[in-house]
């Protein structure tokens, strides 16, 4: 049977409370299904009690739920160890939590950070940050015309001054899939320390941690049909033995004193506080979700979508794609002339077709294109080729419209 995008589309009620609508802002945030949402609210309505604390049956059910989750991330990233997962509110707070609580230790005047010309400002200015105040210095990968790392600058760039790596898995604006296997095994040769930040690749890729090998991997759970609020940072055990946490309180600690706190072993150094429950097992229906699906094929799928947007976009009249890297997700960034990108959004959103319009988060890679803003489109397994369709003929209907 041919792969039906409109057979999963169906596991997401938002669209039965909105008929027609397209949604193409996937890189944002994506749809809940059914299954996500029931989830949550059976936790709250059937199961709701404090995790780690009590002993009563009931919070001991919801610490097993909630760490249950902690499994079910490692298995799905493939880590070595469930002691690696760590649930932050999302990709930003994991970075900040590495770059304070692993990099600023560490960091002297003159060190060096290496990311990417397309990384997401969550990506970008804690390190820019952290160089600021340590008088370190930030690198950065350039691009190819393609829109893809330029390999060999990364090399040259690689220095004995370099402390820290960090680079996207998948842009979240040009749609670029990175050569993290390459990326990461350059900078193991100099036991330099690499971040991947995986916020768009675990919707799409199948990330397998234990062939990657970085030190640090982050991504949010609500770009991969989750909850938001939630996220997870996976530390190499050997990573988290030397750092600090970003937050101190309740939860997180082996014994306090008024003079003394020494922290937990483990995660939960990192989880101070009541941590997001609902979010945690919110985010475990959703990998529970993904799990059930045939991997592969969608993975096949979002490669000829891919393809096929791209086909179709390239032939309207005065587009300006930004990016064609030959490994690509099903994202778009795309502009024209004379129209801006918010009266496009606008236009598309009057044909009840959601896109993004802006910088993405990506300032500096905007600056690159020299644009301020683009319009972007990007696709998940439930959008149909019948879509990509209605976006082509609302754009054309679109110039027309503002000739
Ligand atoms: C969305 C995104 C982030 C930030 O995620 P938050 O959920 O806002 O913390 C970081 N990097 C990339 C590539 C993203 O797409």
């Given amino acids: 049977m041919a792969f039906s995008p409109d057979f999963y589309k169906k596991h997401f009620p938002v669209f039965d409370a909105n008929p027609g609508w397209i949604y193409l802002d996937h890189a944002a945030t994506t749809q809940k299904p059914q299954l996500v949402i029931d989830r949550i609210r059976d936790f709250y309505a059937k199961e709701y009690a404090t995790v780690h604390r009590g002993i009563y049956k009931q919070a001991a059910a ?11 991330v490692a298995e799905f990233l493939h880590a070595a160890s469930r002691e690696e997962i760590i649930f932050t509110k999302g990709a930003t707070e994991s970075i900040n939590l590495i770059s304070r609580g692993f990099l600023a230790q560490r960091l002297k005047e003159g060190d060096e950070i290496l990311i990417s010309a397309m990384e997401h400002h969550a990506n970008l200015i804690p390190w820019q940050q952290l160089c600021l105040e340590k008088k370190a210095i930030l690198r950065v990968i350039p691009l190819n015309s393609k829109g893809e790392l ?10 004995p001054r370099t402390k820290m790596i960090a680079f996207v898995h998948v842009s979240n604006t040009l749609g670029t899939i990175n050569p993290v296997k390459r990326l990461v095994t350059l900078a193991r040769s100099k036991q330099i320390p690499v971040l991947i930040d995986g916020s ?14 970085p030190d640090f991997y982050v991504f949010s759970a609500h770009k991969i049909f989750g909850p938001s609020g ?10 988290q033995e030397e750092m ?3 937050m101190w309180g309740g939860d997180m600690i082996k014994s306090v004193t008024f003079e003394e706190t020494i922290p937990a072993d483990g995660p939960s150094r990192f ?3 009541t941590p997001n429950m609902a979010g945690v097992i919110g985010l475990g229906a959703a990998i529970d979700y993904i799990n059930s699906l045939d991997r592969i094929e969608i ?90 369709g209605k976006l082509v003929s609302s754009l054309e209907e679109m110039i027309q419209f503002f000739a």
């Fill in 62 to 72: 919801a610490t097993s739920a909630y760490e249950s989750v902690r499994d079910k």
């Fill in 150 to 159: 330029d390999l060999e600058r990364y090399w040259d760039l690689l220095t």
């Fill in 200 to 213: 768009q690749a675990v919707a799409h890729e199948m990330v397998n941690l234990e062939e990657l090998n």
């Fill in 230 to 239: 939630v996220g997870v940072a996976y530390i190499k055990r050997e990573q």
């Fill in 244 to 246: 600090k946490p970003l």
């Fill in 271 to 273: 989880e101070a506080g």
């Fill in 299 to 388: 993975k096949v799928y979002l490669k000829e979508l891919a393809r096929y947007v791209y086909d179709m976009l390239k032939d309207i009249k005065g587009i300006r794609i930004m990016g064609n890297a030959t490994e690509r997700s099903p994202i778009f960034s795309f502009s024209f002339e004379d129209i801006h990108p918010h009266d496009m959004a606008t236009f598309l959103d009057s044909r009840n077709i959601a896109i993004r319009a802006g910088h993405h988060c990506t300032q500096p890679l905007m600056d690159h294109y020299q644009v301020g803003a683009t319009a972007r489109a990007s696709f998940s397994f439930i959008n149909n080729k019948s879509e990509v």
